[in-house]
């Protein structure tokens, strides 16, 4: 089966790539040939099929380096209490309401996405307001973060936490004026709590539906262009329910597995390490060094200036976490911190500098998540290290001016994305959804102008050009995910993964970018995503 994609302006993303080529083509889901009209048309067959663009941009498919697939779909069926969906209080009140009539016995009643200084109240909401919308039955709503979650009376109850308890080790409740518990719950706990909801909600499912949670992720993704992610929480749960989509044919992506540490040894006796087909990985483990950014849970050197205060939380000791590293670099896995403060990352960057040894050039790829607080100071020793990036450029617009709020002296220095480019460091584009929303375009606009909610930039000197910041999304986020002989830019014998869009990223005025229309999306030349545009079958 040939595809020849005509009349199109191709963006290859190729390394000293001449300028954009007008014709491609696919043969058995590979690039054939990419470049003039004449010149494809020879290297194609006589039978091929002729897909005619009429002028529409052509990118390589987009690749999330970071991102939870398994919660956008299992989140997806949450009540929205994000805002400007939910302004208020009140109004998450009643989404909880709606989803308590919708939701089974048995299962807790969700809600997610809210971020506290967004609400009119500008204040999390507490156990007695969850409680005034569903009294009688658990029910909790997830922070945007996912570092922290509010539970009604009924949720605390079942999880077994009690007024007079002490603040478990990793996290951290949220207590009133009396030291009664608010239904607040930071970090660990919370991690423990989405992770046994998922882990029971996806259990009562049977595997067609289970299926389907992937299914809706899935679709969702590619309709903004994703055809590649690194699935930063993989369990055996979710794997579970990847591996039954993957058989349906119902992945729309390919999945790079990020483990997390603590199921490695499931991973190793599964015999499921690697590659489980084109489209399923597990080749990399997940560790979390510290909390949130927006939850301002991250581990920073000083004290927040906003609640909760205190200086963040730190899950393991320098010690710990070298040790962690140095085994699962042993094993050869690539190791993958999740790290944004300050005295995180150096924690990281030490446990990586103890294990990689002075002169390395990292060959497995160690990466850092998220390095939101990656200071100059930090960078020359990330930059000697060659340490990989997976940052998010989206948080700029999302969660931006509460940054500014929670770092006044230094909130220009984060996610000095520019900078750590000018240093070396391969950096990875990538959203963290359902943190942000999946859509890989608000990152690209928020890399070149870097404006908050508000219209501040944060930064100016961290800007970088459309061309690079597409190249987060391809070239860095294949090399990222150590996929960068496959994927990643349009050239002959890569997976002919690729996007159409109404408008080259490139040349459109950067504000507008989120609003260029995704014409389809292709995986292996197939589509996996068509809005205006229909693929000769
Ligand atoms: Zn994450």
Same mark, same amino acid.
């Given at each position: 089966?040939?595809?020849?994609?005509?009349?199109?302006d191709?963006?290859?993303?190729?390394? !000293?790539?001449?300028g954009?080529?007008?014709?491609?083509?696919?043969?058995?889901?590979?690039?054939?040939?990419?470049?003039?009209?004449?010149?494809?048309?020879?290297?194609?067959?006589?039978?091929?099929?002729?897909?005619?663009l009429?002028?529409? +941009? @052509?990118?390589?498919?987009?690749i999330?380096?970071?991102?939870? @697939?398994?919660?956008?779909?299992?989140?997806a069926?949450?009540?929205?209490?994000?805002?400007?969906a939910?302004?208020?209080?009140?109004?998450?009140q009643?989404?909880?309401?709606?989803?308590?009539?919708?939701?089974?016995?048995? =299962?807790? @009643? +969700?809600?997610?996405?809210?971020?506290?200084?967004?609400? *009119?109240?500008? *204040?999390?909401?507490?156990?007695?307001?969850?409680? &005034?919308?569903?009294?009688?039955?658990?029910?909790?709503?997830?922070?945007? =973060?996912?570092?922290?979650?509010?539970?009604?009376?009924?949720?605390?109850?079942?999880?077994?936490?009690?007024?007079?308890?002490?603040?478990?080790?990793?996290?951290?409740?949220?207590?009133?004026?009396?030291?009664?518990?608010?239904?607040?719950?930071?970090?660990?706990?919370?991690?423990?709590?989405?992770?046994?909801?998922?882990?029971?909600?996806?259990?009562?499912?049977?595997?067609?539906?289970r299926?389907?949670?992937?299914?809706?992720? !899935?679709?969702?993704?590619?309709?903004?262009?994703?055809?590649?992610?690194?699935?930063?929480?993989?369990?055996?749960?979710?794997?579970?329910?990847f591996?039954?989509?993957?058989?349906?044919?119902?992945?729309?992506? *390919?999945?790079?597995?990020?483990?997390?540490?603590?199921?490695?040894?499931?991973?190793?006796?599964?015999?499921?390490? !690697?590659?489980?087909?084109?489209?399923?990985?597990?080749?990399?483990?997940?560790?979390?060094?510290?909390g949130?950014?927006? =939850?301002?849970?991250?581990?920073?050197?000083?004290?927040?200036?906003?609640?909760?205060?205190?200086?963040?939380?730190?899950?393991?000791?320098?010690?710990?976490?070298?040790?962690?590293?140095? +085994?699962?670099d042993?094993q #050869?896995?690539?190791?993958?911190?999740?790290?944004?403060?300050?005295r995180?990352?150096?924690?990281?960057?030490?446990?990586?500098?103890?294990?990689?040894?002075?002169?390395?050039?990292?060959?497995?790829?160690?990466?850092?998540?998220?390095?939101?607080?990656?200071?100059?100071?930090?960078?020359?020793? %990330?930059?000697?290290?060659?340490?990989?990036?997976?940052?998010?450029p989206?948080?700029?617009?999302?969660? !931006?001016?509460?940054?500014?709020? &929670?770092?006044?002296?230094?909130?220009?220095?984060?996610?000095?994305?520019?900078?750590?480019?000018?240093?070396?460091?391969?950096?990875?584009? =990538?959203?963290d959804?359902?943190?942000?929303?999946?859509?890989p375009?608000?990152?690209?606009?928020?890399?070149? /102008?870097?404006?908050? #909610?508000? #219209?501040?930039?944060?930064g100016?000197?961290?800007?970088?050009?459309?061309?690079?910041?597409?190249?987060?999304y391809?070239?860095?986020?294949?090399?990222?995910?150590?996929?960068? +002989?496959? /994927?990643?830019?349009?050239?002959?014998?890569?997976?002919?993964?690729?996007?159409?869009?109404?408008?080259?990223?490139?040349?459109?005025?950067? %504000?507008?970018?989120?609003?260029?229309?995704?014409?389809?999306?292709?995986?292996?030349?197939?589509?996996?995503?068509?809005?205006?545009?229909?693929?000769?079958?």
């Amino acid at each position: 089966m040939e595809l020849i994609i005509t009349d199109a302006d191709i963006v290859t993303m190729a390394p !000293g790539a001449a300028g954009p080529a007008r014709s491609m083509l696919v043969r058995d889901g590979e690039i054939a040939a990419v470049g003039p009209a004449e010149a494809v048309r020879a290297a194609a067959g006589p039978g091929a099929a002729l897909l005619r663009l009429d002028g529409a +941009t @052509v990118i390589p498919g987009l690749i999330d380096a970071h991102c939870h @697939v398994s919660d956008v779909g299992y989140l997806a069926a949450a009540a929205d209490c994000g805002q400007p969906a939910a302004p208020d209080i009140p109004a998450i009140q009643s989404r909880l309401r709606k989803q308590a009539a919708r939701t089974p016995a048995g =299962s807790w @009643v +969700t809600g997610a996405g809210y971020v506290e200084y967004k609400l *009119r109240e500008g *204040r999390h909401p507490t156990r007695a307001d969850l409680d &005034a919308a569903v009294p009688d039955r658990p029910a909790v709503v997830y922070h945007t =973060s996912l570092h922290a979650c509010v539970l009604n009376t009924a949720a605390l109850r079942a999880a077994g936490f009690a007024d007079q308890q002490p603040d478990p080790p990793g996290g951290a409740f949220g207590r009133d004026d009396q030291g009664r518990l608010n239904g607040l719950i930071f970090e660990g706990p919370m991690f423990a709590l989405l992770e046994r909801n998922l882990h029971h909600d996806l259990g009562e499912l049977g595997a067609g539906q289970r299926a389907r949670v992937v299914d809706t992720a !899935g679709r969702r993704l590619a309709a903004f262009g994703v055809t590649a992610v690194g699935e930063a929480d993989l369990r055996r749960d979710s794997f579970t329910a990847f591996a039954e989509a993957d058989e349906a044919g119902l992945l729309r992506q *390919r999945i790079y597995g990020l483990v997390v540490h603590d199921e490695v040894d499931w991973l190793l006796s599964s015999g499921l390490r !690697g590659r489980r087909s084109a489209r399923l990985a597990a080749e990399a483990v997940k560790i979390w060094a510290d909390g949130g950014m927006s =939850s301002r849970t991250a581990a920073i050197s000083g004290t927040y200036p906003v609640p909760p205060y205190g200086s963040g939380i730190l899950y393991f000791t320098r010690a710990e976490l070298t040790e962690l590293v140095r +085994t699962f670099d042993t094993q #050869g896995f690539q190791v993958c911190v999740h790290a944004q403060g300050d005295r995180a990352i150096e924690t990281v960057l030490d446990a990586y500098a103890a294990t990689l040894g002075p002169a390395s050039a990292n060959p497995r790829r160690h990466r850092i998540e998220h390095g939101g607080a990656l200071y100059p100071e930090l960078l020359a020793r %990330a930059a000697a290290l060659n340490v990989v990036i997976a940052t998010q450029p989206g948080f700029l617009s999302g969660l !931006g001016d509460g940054f500014a709020a &929670a770092f006044p002296d230094t909130c220009d220095q984060l996610y000095a994305i520019g900078s750590w480019r000018r240093a070396g460091l391969t950096v990875a584009g =990538s959203s963290d959804a359902p943190v942000i929303s999946p859509d890989p375009r608000l990152g690209l606009r928020d890399a070149v /102008l870097r404006q908050t #909610g508000d #219209g501040r930039v944060l930064g100016p000197g961290e800007r970088i050009t459309a061309a690079d910041a597409l190249a987060l999304y391809t070239t860095a986020a294949a090399h990222a995910l150590h996929r960068e +002989t496959e /994927l990643g830019s349009l050239e002959v014998g890569k997976r002919a993964d690729f996007v159409v869009l109404d408008g080259n990223p490139l040349t459109t005025d950067p %504000a507008a970018i989120p609003g260029l229309r995704v014409l389809a999306t292709a995986l292996d030349g197939t589509p996996v995503h068509q809005d205006g545009l229909t693929f000769p079958s």
